[in-house]
């Protein structure tokens, strides 16, 4: 019960941030609406100090009647914690670039490591403290990521916060990481009445001087509880992963997209987790409220696997998590931004995540074939037997495979969706994803894991087993598509070239798939972005210019063209082209603003 002193935190995070948006400090740092943020009103920017004052509150009174002892390891955190704290509040108020955050972020995390604080369960001490600093850094940038909506980067805040509470006092007794975390947790926890209101938006934004601190505290708790301890198990090591995996979640897919589209991944954008499932239907406070559910159960689940202590059983929950987060974030990529003036459409809960039922399949196709992969890399090279020590290592090494297959499938293109067109170039990049995913977990595992007898060349018969069984069911549409394709016969399905690889391009592709006797053979587009790339399955085949070349190669029966309102001399090109090869060319406009009685008095007509 002498914990309960960190309930100080509460009127402390209160008044100061009511104290802070009232002076004339809280008037100047605001954050002003841009075309790459999402809240529409200047809105004061320095909930942070409230948080970073009634989080020391809350842990000063432990300190104080000796709930916790005041150790090296907690100075480390709070040290490092005080340094952000200040980094993020001279951001807020002078916009620091992204090189001088960097640094004061890898101080802090230099901090916690000179308090003693590292992987213990890593043998080799310097990639120990290389892999310390990353995920400290890597998490305080998470959480910078995460505040971008009402609530929720608070809320999962006070939940991860929660989770590392009860581990402290179950699993991995720590009375220091106890104060911490509930020191933190109410600190969030006062801080939502003022930025997730019911009735309203935001009165005030925690601004980096509180993102940076929550991301960096939860890593170091992270560090402090089951990575702490030198006897690694897949319990052990998935647990902090798991209790943040919502801010890792929406790290990974933001700097994926941003990569992809060329853009600073530092930069701020509508691209978030959160914007993602807003723009597919729900509510801000249904999108916030959906990943605190996400959130809660993952961090259930990392408590339930250290008390069941079933390596086995443990594996197979975690593989078939993580199976379902790159599902829920792939199905996310998908999502097309909408305009800001587009009234989002509600939707259940549920139907997000059953919107997309073939990317479902598909991750758990892979979740299977990844996991017999490795199994039978395994009993391949041992014939069946091994020692307790191999079977160990083959437990901790298995998640780490899955996760690495999942990282590199993603930006290598294997959930774009169809593959009934699938070529040598998709080919290429079955087997690049698998040497690429099986490189990286074998360095990561090789720095962190010592291996013993364990024989390394299962790695090697793994790579080779997986592309065989990847590349095959994601080949096997193709050669189902085009057995089916023989027996009904070529010359009945006409082949289509659609010109324009916008919605309305992509919306007739659909439409055209869902029609007996239609194949589409590519896009003719301009964009140089899309050149050489697949939409829903398809290749952009080029632009306007080389229209001839395409007709050539492509032998279309017909051209539709989905863009009219194109530049004339752009369509020009089109419609001559296809004169000279003689080959149909139609454009389709569908116009969504008729007046239902024209329509009704012709159709009578």
């Not at 060349?457 to 080779?464: E, L, T």
Request: proline share 4%; with cysteine; net charge positive.
């Amino acid at each position: 019960m002498r914990f309960a002193v960190v309930a100080v935190g509460l009127p402390v995070t209160a008044l100061v941030i009511w104290a802070v948006v009232r002076s004339p400090l809280g008037g100047r740092v605001v954050a002003a609406p841009r075309l790459d943020r999402w809240h529409t009103r200047t809105t004061p920017l320095l909930g942070g100090v409230g948080i970073f004052a009634g989080f020391a509150a809350g842990l000063g009174a432990c300190l104080a009647i000796g709930a916790a002892p005041a150790s090296k390891e907690l100075l480390g955190i709070v040290g490092g914690c005080t340094i952000l704290f200040l980094a993020g509040l001279a951001d807020d108020v002078f916009s620091l670039g992204p090189i001088s955050k960097l640094a004061a972020q890898v101080l802090a995390a230099c901090s916690v490591l000179v308090g003693g604080l590292s992987l213990q369960m890593v043998g080799n001490d310097v990639v120990a403290d290389v892999i310390a600093v990353a995920w400290l850094v890597g998490m305080t940038n998470a959480f910078n990521l995460l505040d971008n909506m009402d609530g929720l980067a608070a809320t999962l805040a006070a939940i991860a916060a929660s989770f590392f509470a009860i581990d402290a006092v179950t699993s991995h007794p720590s009375h220091s990481s106890l104060a911490i975390a509930l020191a933190l947790a109410v600190a969030c926890a006062a801080f939502l009445p003022f930025n997730l209101r019911p009735r309203g938006t935001a009165a005030v934004f925690m601004g980096d001087s509180g993102s940076q601190v929550l991301g960096f505290t939860l890593a170091a708790l992270g560090l402090a509880s089951s990575w702490k301890v030198a006897g690694t198990t897949v319990a052990t090591f998935v647990l902090p992963i798991l209790v943040l995996a919502v801010p890792i979640l929406d790290t990974t897919l933001v700097t994926i997209v941003r990569l992809l589209d060329g853009r600073p991944i530092y930069r701020g954008g509508r691209d978030h987790t959160s914007h993602r499932l807003v723009y597919h239907g729900l509510s801000e406070k249904r999108a916030v409220i959906l990943l605190a559910v996400v959130s809660v159960a993952l961090g259930t689940t990392s408590l339930a696997y250290e008390v069941l202590g079933n390596g086995w059983l443990t594996l197979i929950g975690v593989l078939l998590t993580f199976a379902l987060l790159v599902q829920f974030g792939s199905l996310l990529a998908d999502v097309d931004r909408q305009p800001d003036h587009a009234p989002p459409r509600e939707r259940s809960l549920l139907h997000t995540f059953v919107a997309n039922p073939r990317r479902l399949i598909e991750s758990l196709v892979d979740f299977a074939l990844v996991s017999a992969s490795f199994l039978a890399a395994y009993y391949i090279r041992l014939q069946g037997s091994g020692t307790t020590y191999d079977r160990h290592i083959f437990l901790v090494s298995a998640p780490v495979v899955l996760f690495a297959r999942y990282a590199a499938f993603i930006p290598f293109g294997l959930y774009r969706g169809v593959w009934r067109y699938a070529g040598a170039r998709d080919a290429a990049a079955v087997i690049a994803a698998v040497v690429t995913s099986e490189l990286v977990a074998y360095g990561f595992l090789a720095s962190t894991v010592d291996w013993g007898d364990f024989p390394r060349s299962i790695f090697v018969i793994d790579a080779i087993i997986c592309t065989v069984l990847i590349g095959a069911s994601r080949f096997w549409e193709r050669a189902a598509f085009r057995a089916l394709g023989s027996l009904l016969g070529r010359a009945e399905r006409r082949r289509t070239l659609i010109v324009g690889a916008g919605r309305a391009g992509r919306s007739l592709l659909r439409e055209l798939r869902e029609t007996p006797g239609e194949i589409v053979v590519g896009f003719v587009d301009d964009d140089a972005r899309l050149r050489g790339r697949r939409l829903q399955g398809v290749p952009v085949l080029g632009g306007a210019h080389e229209i001839e070349r395409i007709l050539d190669s492509a032998r279309p029966g017909t051209v539709l063209v989905t863009i009219p309102d194109a530049p004339r001399e752009r369509l020009d090109l089109v419609v001559e082209g296809c004169a000279q090869a003689e080959v149909p060319c139609r454009f389709v406009r569908r116009e969504t603003n008729l007046d239902p009685r024209v329509v009704l008095g012709a159709a009578r007509e």
